[in-house]
């Protein structure tokens, strides 16, 4: 059989999206719009000290309200088992174990009424009666918990002590960025309905198969039992990847009060309930010869962690790999706090980290004179420096270069303020990234029915980054069939198991399960007719043959075609099914450092130096992406995470009150996202060439349009104003 | 949320009886301030609600010399009115600068007069010192992040800003405000219409309970005078000021002759700069006089760390504001 890369483009047909119509004409089901027949409705009562215990609860005032079922809280909720360790991330403690406070907005009780109005107004009705203790709520506070090397990522090469001491040339900078909120539109929604030990959930969720497991576990069920649906998800952002403490109460709300129950959580708790991206302070030392060639690269990061919990958070361990040096030393450290539960925000750590280095390398050109372009290629890492082996692919270089021209670089003077348009400064920034790799486990399934079209699937999620759409085009490609012959369905754990939606890794897992499903129908096709004396393919093997137009052919000798409706017509057939799986290689095994995406990002911005304002004029992506499957939804993916760049830069922040612990601004009007009149012209080209480190060439989309947008509109700002901002987000104060 | 009654009153008279009689009563027009404090924050629960956009004041009349804009009409009619838009264009402005065409195709123009303050720590309920919501209970807000907060007007005892942009603008035009109450009819200048916090921040305005805005009479200003809104925020739209200037002058042979000043983001009220005005009022239009305005306009601040910028950052708004209007930049 041909293989997809053999013909592959670069970049594929921007084909609309397929589940489009659903969405536009508003009946894609989302998991707040699933209910069963004589469901109940549940809210939460949260936590207004930020630690301690509570000494007393009064809850008769709720239980007594009308339309209510059930008052849950620790004292007559059941014991609750903590879901499994999953490959990067412990699940979040199950709620309502005992009397302790760990977090401002914990949940201490979940009201299960008739109505989701009769729930929340008694919710508030529950009275607590606590017992306070100091939170710590301060990354530096001498009193916290540290934990080092938390994933046994830090790395270390060369002599960095020596190194420094003999630079010719040093920058020695400290970083901060803040707390932000994931903010998907989409309020995450819970329905479940028991039978028996069987369970039903529909929920927001990046992973299916992780919240069966979890649910299974935390209610002593089967697995088998419980099932997860997830058709569309209205966005997560890495929120919807762990299983919160809503989902369980959902759930258990639903046992105790023997109805289906639906939750949907308030935007003030999608601050507090489904994660956040940690605060950071960061400190950074370079150390260069005068032509800027990097010999030392030091970056220390902290960032926070939850009390009992852990968070997959590297923000200094990119930096190891990120340019060529000798003398490397990258440690990440967690302080445990009283906050809530981090998690995944697109590009976990390395938006923070990327925002550290690539402002420094940015000092760094300044220090040495050398362009802030030219410095990075002196620095080009040719391999993985850490792992000492060639790249499964790397068109970095072509993401500078081709981005420059685009942008028109080398029309920028170097000096500080010295551009200018009207009263407005002028100033022009860039960033390179370079995006880990990320690939986990998938499970898909394909068929070919009667009628010679497919069915695809696998219970992975689409939360809006085009799943449904690139799978489809993918199979159609992969069984030689049109778009409208395809069906691909997923968010459903009676699918084999797909990967999470996060990592960026999920078009690489899924579309190799996908292509090895496809090519195992395939596989089953020949299968069926090998001993066929009717069938002109008889006898062929699976590397002979190629498919177009509903058939199979034989590669060399076409007029050996048949088509699969014959096939299956002719051997009485309703279906051909094969399941495919994925699993990403050692790097040693196929000697190559695995390739995530590359990019270069540029960046022009106005400032109102009197007012402090600053405006992104327009901004200039390059993307090493590898294959990139449909043109359309990756370069969606780009600029929406640009939006979320832009919004990290300037905007964006969760603010916690210093004594209290309590979020002061969770909600959409006081936690600042960019709306489209602070979006200007994006423009996104993608470069280089299919990754080797899957059999379809992709690298993943999905985080790294986020990455180097703070970096290069902090240089930019510089550039403007002279004035170098290292803590974001950079605002109206900062620059009066 | 607490179960309510919803009254939908059709004639002004009786909607005022009817929320006098009962202290529980309360008005709701367009409900973009109502409802987020009733439903999602739990700040407010009244036991009944008397809608008033049944009332036969959604309307807008104009004169040579006034404009009057029934309280119910919304921002977004007002900000179209050809009146509005050829005499008052700051007027304009600051609606169109204010929230989204979503909320302003809602909210009332005596809503708008009316917003509660965006303050966080008013706006829950869990937060025990907040002496607008709780008198005497103190304010949590000074010793938190407050970086959207009041430094004019403001105390320790609080720092609420009033966030509306439109009053901002009208209470430089000496805006009169038409009340309905139970022993009828009474009229308030605009200017007189809010009360500092300076010891009770919970009683916000001259309004009795039970007394509803029927109208305002907006006097025009004279043919030639310049305006402008500027309004400083970190976001292009949808936000809250950080510093706002409503400025109106008339000037002739480079001479300030008449000036009317307005500040928001830094007011717990809408902050009306007379000793601004007064510098600036047969003044040359030079920058030496805006700045002089400036100073004027933004003495004796009471800030918080989170509050400090608005100081230099207010000054900034009104010089660049007056520069704006006047062509005046060197």
């Known amino acids: ?736 | 949320m607490r179960p309510f009654e919803y009254i939908q009153a059709t004639v002004p008279a009786q909607a005022v009886a009817t929320v006098t009689a009962d202290p529980a009563a309360d008005y709701v027009a367009g409900g973009t301030t109502q409802v987020d404090l009733m439903l999602k924050d739990g700040v407010l629960s009244p036991a009944r609600l008397v809608d008033v956009t049944g009332l036969p004041l959604q309307w807008i009349a104009a004169d040579a010399a006034v404009i009057r804009v029934g309280a119910t009409t919304t921002m977004e009619e007002l900000a179209a009115d050809p009146t509005v838009s050829a005499r008052l264009p700051f007027v304009r402005e600051s609606l169109l600068r204010s929230a989204s065409v979503q909320l302003r195709n809602m909210a009332t123009i005596g809503g708008n007069l009316l917003q509660r303050t965006r303050c966080r720590y008013f706006r829950d309920p869990a937060v025990e010192a907040c002496n607008k919501r709780r008198p005497g209970s103190g304010c949590a807000a000074v010793t938190g992040p407050a970086r959207m907060h009041a430094i004019m007007g403001a105390s320790p005892d609080c720092i609420a800003l009033h966030a509306s942009d439109l009053a901002v603008a009208l209470v430089t035009l000496d805006t009169i405000v038409h009340i309905l109450g139970p022993g009828g009819v009474r009229s308030v200048p605009l200017t007189e219409f809010y009360l500092e916090p300076d010891g009770s921040p919970d009683v916000e305005n001259v309004l009795a309970h039970g007394e509803l805005i029927t109208d305002i009479e907006i006097p025009l200003l004279p043919e030639g005078a310049r305006q402008t809104y500027l309004k400083v925020r970190d976001r292009t739209s949808y936000e809250f000021a950080l510093a706002s200037a409503a400025v109106a002058v008339v000037v002739e042979d480079k001479m300030i002759r008449d000036a009317r000043i307005g500040l928001g983001g830094v007011g717990t009220i809408p902050w009306r700069a007379f000793d601004a005005e007064h510098v600036l009022r047969d003044a040359p239009a030079s920058n030496e006089s805006f700045r002089a305005a400036a100073e004027a306009a933004v003495r004796d601040p009471f800030t918080v760390p989170g509050t400090a910028f608005k100081v230099e950052l207010a000054k900034r708004t009104l010089v660049r504001a007056l520069q704006t209007v006047t062509g005046v930049t060197q």
Not at chain 1, 590 to 605: I, K, Q
Request: negative net charge; proline residues 7%; aromatic residues 6%.
């Open chain 1, 1 to 736: 059989m041909t293989t997809t890369m053999e013909a592959v483009r670069l970049i594929g047909p921007g084909v609309d999206r397929v589940d489009g119509p659903l969405k536009v004409t508003g009946t894609a089901p989302y998991p707040a719009d699933f209910g069963f027949p004589d469901m109940a409705h549940a809210a939460l009562a949260h936590a207004t000290v930020a630690a301690g215990r509570i000494r007393g609860i009064e809850s008769a005032a709720a239980e007594a309200a009308p339309g209510v079922l059930a008052v849950i809280t620790h004292r007559n909720a059941p014991h609750l088992t903590r879901g499994p360790d999953t490959p990067v991330w412990r699940q979040p403690p199950p709620p309502l174990q005992d009397d302790r406070i760990l977090f401002y907005g914990q949940y201490v009780g979940v009201v299960v009424a008739e109505t989701a109005e009769q729930a929340t107004a008694a919710a508030r009705l529950i009275e607590i009666d606590y017992e306070p203790a100091e939170p710590l709520l301060d990354l530096n506070d001498p009193r916290a918990e540290v934990v080092t090397d938390p994933w046994g990522m830090d790395a270390h090469r060369g002599d960095v002590a020596a190194g420094l001491a003999s630079a010719d040339i040093t920058v020695d900078a400290n970083y901060s960025t803040p707390d932000e909120t994931n903010n998907p539109m989409g309020l995450f929604a819970t329905v479940a309905a028991w039978d028996g030990d069987s369970l039903t959930v529909h929920d927001s969720t990046q992973w299916p198969h992780g919240v069966r497991a979890a649910l299974a576990v935390a209610f002593g069920v089967p697995e088998s039992g419980v099932r997860v649906l997830a058709p569309f998800v209205g966005g997560g952002f890495g929120a919807a990847l762990r299983v919160w403490p809503h989902v369980l109460l959902t759930v258990l709300a639903a046992r105790t009060a023997k109805r289906p129950v639906k939750l949907v959580l308030t935007r003030p708790e999608m601050f507090t309930g489904v994660g956040h991206r940690t605060r950071t302070v960061q400190h950074i030392r370079l150390g260069a010869d005068r032509s800027g060639h990097l010999t030392v690269l030091d970056h220390e990061a902290k960032n926070s962690i939850a009390m009992e919990d852990d968070n997959y958070e590297p923000v200094a361990t990119d930096s190891s790999w990120a340019y060529a040096c000798p003398n490397v030393d990258v440690r990440d450290l967690q302080a445990r706090l009283n906050i809530p539960y981090p998690t995944s925000m697109r590009a976990p750590g390395q938006a923070q980290g990327n925002f550290a280095l690539e402002s420094a390398l940015d000092e760094l050109s300044y220090a040495t004179g050398v362009d802030p372009l030219e410095l990075r290629l002196r620095n080009y890492a040719e391999i993985q420096p850490q792992l000492g082996l060639p790249w499964s692919s790397k068109a970095l270089r072509a993401c500078f270069e081709q981005g420059a021209e685009r942008f028109g670089w080398h029309a920028r003077d170097p000096r500080p303020r010295s551009m200018h348009d009207g009263s407005w400064l002028v100033g022009y920034g860039m960033a390179g990234v370079s995006f880990f790799w990320f690939q986990p486990p998938c499970q898909a399934r394909a068929s070919i029915r009667a009628d010679g079209t497919a069915y695809v699937r696998s219970s992975a999620t689409d939360i809006g980054t085009g799943t449904y759409t690139v799978m489809t085009q993918l199979s159609a490609e992969l069984l030689g069939l049109r778009l409208d012959q395809v069906q691909f369905s997923l968010g459903d754990t009676d699918m084999p198991e797909g990967a999470l939606e996060g990592g960026s890794g999920l078009t690489a897992a899924l579309g190799t399960a996908v292509r090895a499903a496809c090519r195992g129908v395939i596989q089953a096709c020949l299968g069926t007719v090998k001993d066929d004396p009717g069938s002109p393919l008889r006898g062929c093997r699976l590397d002979e043959v190629t498919v177009a137009d509903g058939h199979i052919l034989h590669s060399y000798d076409p007029v050996r075609s048949e088509s699969y409706a014959d096939i299956l017509a002719r051997h009485g057939l309703d279906e051909l099914t094969a399941d495919g799986d994925s699993a990403p290689p050692e790097p040693q095994d196929v000697g190559m450092a695995p390739a995530g995406a590359f990019a270069a990002r540029f960046v022009e911005v106005r400032v109102d130096p009197d007012l402090g304002l600053v405006r992104v004029a327009r901004v200039v992506s390059a993307i090493d992406a590898g294959r990139i499957l449909n043109g359309k939804t990756a370069t969606s993916q780009i600029t929406g995470g640009t939006v979320g760049g832009i919004g990290m830069a300037l905007l964006e922040e969760t603010v916690t009150d210093p004594g209290t612990g309590r979020i002061t601004n969770a909600n959409f009007g006081d936690y600042l996202v960019p709306v489209n009149a602070d979006i200007p012209d994006l423009d996104v080209l993608f470069v280089g060439e299919p990754g080797r480190f899957n059999p379809i060439g992709v690298k993943g989309v999905g985080e790294v349009g986020l990455v180097g947008m703070a970096a290069a509109i902090a240089n930019a700002v510089f550039h403007a104003t002279g004035r170098r901002i290292r803590s974001l987000p950079i605002t109206v104060d900062q620059l009066l």
